[in-house]
């Protein structure tokens, strides 16, 4: 099994780096390096009013794995000085976080050692192990917690045990009510002490705390073990959410601590056949690999409700600007990658698009267009437009329908599932394709996209923006294609205004819409480029060759910011510059892999020093792994057979020999994929191994 290379342990408080994040698609923890301080708790789905904006926005939940520990007559909680020696580990191949810090004052002191995980295998559950080890004979008390202190929201029910049974299958459920009441959360936990004896008491909900209390003695022969395990349901899963949370913490009770751990580390051994392996690389570049697909692995699940937010399901106190909304980023940049790695991750994703095809029609008729036209930013509960007001993304972000449209496509051609094809992608590909003919504006040029906005979010909207333009033809031409796939009729004027949309240049290259000037606000975005990859429009290489020589002369004013920087490795090389491919790379990407556990973050910080510390940054790691497994490697995914995508010359920037992956999931078989410099195209090749399905 590939082992993937884990982070080097932290020591310390931290400082201003990002807690550790701690997820599995479903819940999302944030763990301060003191690990039984409650840090941040997100639950994918659950929602409430933003307290400034007024918005629906991503909230937090109770965080279900605080702890506290008295000794000698002093709280853990009230006397942080107290505590030395701290560490965090973090083990990618399983999921698990290991924290250890030393409490007391010397005459008397514990070696506290904290594991947890977020399951995989029951994606509500997750599981904490706490060993408590001492030089003496001292005597504790213990308090696991489910912590709501500075939640926005208000309990509304609270049980402490079964009604009508004698079952001791949970200790206490929770049902949580978020700001504004637009949704809830049930929380299910269970306590264990492994060791000593000791009566628990589980007192009324107390100071925002739900707790049980055990006091024991703790000997040198004799080191005890507390194991806290809780589960977290939305009410957009479920009508009761507190009910249904007990039922599964009931079934995760009776299989154990160490079946759900077992589980788990199965699951991951199943994401990591898909390592995508760096021959020749600098190892860090394989750490950073490896990291990324451990966070967007650990971000997205079958088992997610309301697809993932940009930063998955991450979020700290100094930052909260996309507000856990859900947008275009996530179909462009990571579902390419879970599309031949995790595809039924892939599948989630664009269930919550299929689920909420209403909220994208009445956005369409809103603004007196046809089909569908999907929010700028949609809110997880019901996939509306939930963009800060006064909104003016949303007015003019017109990319995002056929970007989600393009990513339906792909998903469908890397599964040949040809019903999802019939069922799920027709509705959004036609409806985007109606969407865009509504949108387009016939005039002497052709048909055009007036006053809208590129990638580039500029103060003043323009005409014809690039990227919006082809990945609009592309999808009018696909939808043509597939309607005759499936024997359905097909709009004449999808192909019309696919032939007659405008697509600004200047000379042979292509820039970003029309009147365009370098020096202009984010002039030097390289939104064009993203017509050669990962969209690969079909224009000459001599186009793409003007277009390179464009952006890559300002690409120092660009390189640093989010979202395009992690991409302009792979045009490097496709212009034939390995070493320019490389440095690229390292400015790029490299450099925004900073701090504790390689979390990508959103801006690099030599850069954008102002901005917040805030990943893991899903377009950034996102483009970077699309790039090693189809930029790099020359991949063009179609209708035809896999073996058929290879369809260009290797180039790896300097150093690097091959990029391989062991088990890519197409078709539903696996695939093995190796591109090795200098080859005239990589090879993909069907494995005889038929395990089952990751997802």
């Given amino acids: 099994m590939p082992t993937p290379l884990s982070p080097p342990p932290v020591k310390g408080a931290g400082g201003k780096e990002l807690p550790a994040y701690l997820a599995n698609g479903v819940m999302g923890l944030r763990i301060r390096p003191q690990p039984l301080k409650a840090g941040m708790c997100l639950v994918n789905g659950f929602a409430g009013e933003h307290p400034e904006r007024r918005i629906e926005a991503a909230a937090p939940a109770p965080f279900p794995l605080a702890g506290d520990i008295r000794l000698d007559g002093r709280w853990l909680s009230d006397a942080p000085e107290l505590i030395r020696d701290q560490e965090q580990a973090y083990d990618f191949a399983s999921g698990e976080l290991t924290s250890r810090f030393v409490f007391g004052d010397g005459k008397q002191s514990l070696i506290v050692s904290v594991v947890a995980f977020c399951d995989r295998s029951q994606p509500s559950l997750v599981c904490q192990e706490v060993t408590l080890e001492a030089a003496g004979v001292v005597d504790i008390s213990y308090r696991c917690i489910v912590d709501t202190a500075g939640l926005d929201g208000r309990p509304l029910h609270v049980m402490r045990s079964t009604p009508t049974e004698d079952d001791d299958s949970f200790d206490g459920t929770l049902l949580w009510e978020s700001a504004g009441g637009l949704a809830t959360c049930g929380v299910a936990y269970r306590t264990e002490l492994i060791g000593p004896y000791a009566e628990p008491q589980r007192p009324a909900l107390q100071r925002d705390q739900l707790i049980t209390e055990y006091s024991f003695r703790v000997t040198p022969s004799r080191p005890c073990r507390l194991r806290q395990m809780a589960t977290l349901v939305p009410s957009i899963s479920h009508h009761q959410p507190d009910h249904q949370a007990a039922r599964l913490l009931g079934l995760a009770a009776r299989r154990g601590f160490e079946t759900a751990r077992s589980g788990n580390q199965a699951a991951w051994d199943e994401i990591w056949r898909g390592r995508i392996v760096l021959e020749g690389a600098e190892t860090r570049w394989q750490a950073m690999a490896d990291a990324a697909l ?13 697809s993932t937010s940009i930063f998955g399901l991450a979020t700290w106190h ?10 275009w980023d996530v179909e462009t940049f990571a579902v390419p990658a879970l599309n031949v790695l995790a595809p039924d991750a892939a599948r989630s994703l664009l269930d919550y698009r299929s689920r909420h095809l209403d909220g994208a029609a009445s956005n369409a008729r809103l603004r007196g267009r046809r089909g569908l036209q999907f929010p700028w930013e949609s809110a997880p509960s019901t996939g509306q437009e939930c963009a800060p007001l006064p909104g003016s993304a949303s007015w003019h972000e017109d990319h995002v329908s056929p970007d989600i449209a393009f990513a339906f496509l792909q998903h469908a051609q890397v599964t040949g599932d040809g019903r999802f094809l019939r069922d799920k992608a027709w509705p959004v590909l036609s409806g985007v394709s109606d969407w865009i003919v509504s949108r387009a504006t016939a005039t002497e040029r052709g048909f055009e ?41 097909a709009d004449p004027d999808w192909q019309v205004v696919a032939d007659g949309l405008v697509l600004p240049r200047r000379g042979k290259a292509v820039v970003s819409h029309d009147d365009f000037r370098i020096n202009e606000e984010k002039g030097p975005t390289p939104d064009p480029l993203m017509g050669d990859f990962p969209l690969n429009f079909p224009l000459n290489a001599e186009a793409w060759a003007a277009t390179r020589e464009v952006y890559f002369g300002p690409a120092r004013e660009y390189l640093g910011s989010p979202m395009l920087s992690a991409l302009y490795g792979v045009w490097a090389a496709r212009g034939g510059d390995r070493a320019l491919s490389l440095r690229m790379l390292e400015e790029g990407y490299g450099k925004f892999c ?17 901005q917040p510390r805030a990943g893991p940054f899903f377009a950034n790691l996102g483009g970077f792994l699309s790039g090693l497994l189809f930029g790099f490697t020359g991949l063009d995914i179609g209708d035809g057979l896999p073996e058929t995508w290879p369809a260009r010359p290797v180039v790896l920037p300097t150093g690097w020999r091959a990029i391989a992956v062991e088990r890519l999931r197409i078709r539903g078989r696996d695939w093995r994929l190796e591109a090795r410099h200098g080859a005239d195209s990589a090879t993909l090749t069907p494995v005889d191994s038929q395990a089952g399905r990751c997802g």
């Fill in 318 to 327: 100094d930052y909260h600007y996309y507000y856990g909304h859900v947008m």
């Fill in 449 to 489: 996209i007036l006053g809208a906005m590129g990638i580039a979010e500029r103060k003043t909207e323009s005409d014809n923006p690039a990227f919006t333009a082809m990945t609009a033809i592309l999808v009018l031409r696909a939808t043509t294609q597939v309607a005759a796939a499936l024997g359905l009729p």
């Fill in 594 to 610: 900073t701090g504790r556990f390689l979390q990508t973050l959103e801006y690099r910080q030599d850069v954008f020093p102002e």
């Fill in 294 to 306: 451990f966070y967007l692995a650990s971000s997205t699940h079958v088992a997610s409700p309301a």
